[in-house]
């Protein structure tokens, strides 16, 4: 049996599982039931890709025997279970980026759980409240485990279908490969202490400007996550119009075209593409971060046309989401910053050897049994205000665990009123936050650029 498995069964009818079925890497199964658990199990193992033109890259690593990751789906309110096998030679864990989860699922080792150490295994179960694009990772030697392949999506589908034709779900990102294919340093000291070291190769799924079918004049969901270690996708889209519908896993209030929207380490966009009638023409995503645009991806329209209209598109149902008051929130002032003071650093999961960065002027020395104190002591249903400023001349993706926050303003642009769980905070830039602090324990606050989170910028805040 593939190490990657995912079952879902009916447990008030004893967890007889009817049907499964494995189609390329999305892992669906069908069954009867009301109540259901969706059950995987994630085995993190080295293998080989055909990533580049040089020939397999050797030193892969991914969830189970097959590269990329498995692409989970769960209803919204159901469970997920999934069993983490480490077949690595080294400890790791999983963090389920986006999803709003009790503590002890939140996969950051000492803060929420022990390490799972190579060929020991750990159990997460959890009742993703949100629909929505989500992902996951490990929070162990992150650089290298993510760097070398291991990021996946999770999928979590409206509890009531609203009705598209078609669901793509991409993982964008880059690899560090060299011209022979293989992987080079994974990150150069002088880019870390600056916006972070880009990849040479990127990818959509693990494949270079991939061609997908879509039917001919539907309306497409595309799921574009960035799961990339560093880079700030810059995406647009050409032979067809598209409509935001959601922005790191939740709806927009009302859609917006997408034109040059930046998504940045961790952040997800969702888009309703309007596939052209005619079969046979195209319509292609392209990433303009760098000089040279990029094609992410190219929908090829199949069939005769089901004649949709990109008007038809409503806005997605609101997650259920506590809207924070306002009138009493507190403020914690949160600032990033370039740090001259090199920490002693823990060995537990890796070290990059520097300290470029801190969170109010103290950097995080990784993952430790004994952590230092938290950045905020927030009160169980309290409103909070976080304010983000962003002192250094580099973007920075700021991500808590845990908890979703609502953009509430900047000092340097117009933003939209979404709940995010990741805010891209560009040089010199103050934005403010605002959240129910409604989710106990210790969560995790860093920036998803992840050699600035692995030398100095991250902490914790702390629900009690
Ligand atoms: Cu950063």
Redo the contacts with the bound molecule.
């Keep these: 049996m593939a190490s990657s498995s995912l079952t879902r069964r009916a447990v008030l009818a004893g967890g007889t599982v009817l049907a499964s079925a494995v189609a390329g890497n999305v892992l669906v199964s069908k069954l009867a039931g009301a109540r259901e658990t969706t059950r995987a199990t994630l085995e993190p193992r080295e293998t080989e890709c055909a990533l580049a033109e040089g020939g397999m890259t050797r030193n892969v690593f991914s969830y189970g025997d097959r590269a990329p990751a498995p692409v989970l789906r769960v209803k919204q309110g159901e469970q997920l279970g999934v069993r983490l096998r480490n077949g690595l030679s080294e400890p790791t864990t999983i963090h389920w980026h986006g999803i709003r989860l009790p503590i002890a699922m939140d996969g950051v080792p000492f803060l929420t759980q022990p390490l799972v150490q190579p060929n020991e295994a750990f159990d997460y179960t959890f009742n993703p409240p949100d629909a929505g694009s989500f992902w996951y990772h490990p929070h162990c030697n992150s650089l290298v485990q993510m760097s070398r392949g291991l990021t996946g999506l999770l999928i979590v589908e409206e509890a009531k279908d609203p009705g598209f034709d078609a669901d793509i779900a991409l993982n964008l990102r880059d690899w560090r490969l060299g011209d022979d294919g293989q992987f080079i340093t994974l990150y150069a000291p002088r880019q870390t202490a600056r916006a972070?070291t880009y990849g040479t190769i990127r990818t959509t799924n693990w494949r270079r400007e991939p061609d997908y079918d879509a039917p001919a004049g539907s309306l497409t969901r595309l799921r574009l996550v960035v799961t990339d270690v560093t880079r700030v996708y810059k995406l647009a889209i050409e032979g067809a119009p598209g409509l935001v519908i959601a922005l790191d896993g939740n709806p927009l209030q009302k859609p917006i075209p997408l034109d040059n929207l930046a998504v940045g380490p961790g952040q997800r966009a969702d888009i309703i593409v309007r596939i052209p009638d005619t079969e046979g023409a195209y319509v292609t995503v392209r990433d303009f971060s760098s000089p040279s645009p990029l094609t992410v991806a190219r929908l090829r329209a199949a069939g005769t046309s089901r004649k949709r209209a990109l008007g038809d598109v409503k806005p997605l149902p609101q997650n259920p989401i506590a809207e924070p008051d306002l009138s009493t929130a507190a403020t914690i002032p949160l600032e990033?910053t370039a740090t001259a003071e090199q920490i002693e650093k823990s060995k537990y999961c890796g070290d990059l050897g520097y300290s470029f960065?801190a969170i109010n002027s103290t950097p995080w020395p990784g993952a430790s049994p004994d952590p230092q104190a938290p950045l905020a002591e927030l009160k169980l249903g309290r409103s909070y205000i976080l304010g983000l400023h962003n002192r250094?001349p580099?973007?920075?993706?700021?991500h808590l665990h845990g908890m979703s926050f609502k953009l509430l303003r900047s000092d340097k642009r117009a933003l939209p009123p979404i709940w995010t769980d990741t805010a891209l905070v560009y040089p010199d830039e103050r934005i403010d936050v605002a959240l129910v602090a409604d989710n106990l324990g210790d969560w995790l606050l860093h920036?998803?650029?992840i050699?600035?989170?692995e030398t100095g910028?991250s902490g914790y805040i702390r629900v009690t």
Excluded at 394 to 398: L, T
């Design positions: 972070g990033f960065w250094t580099h973007p920075h993706p700021i920036c998803h650029v050699e600035h989170q910028m």
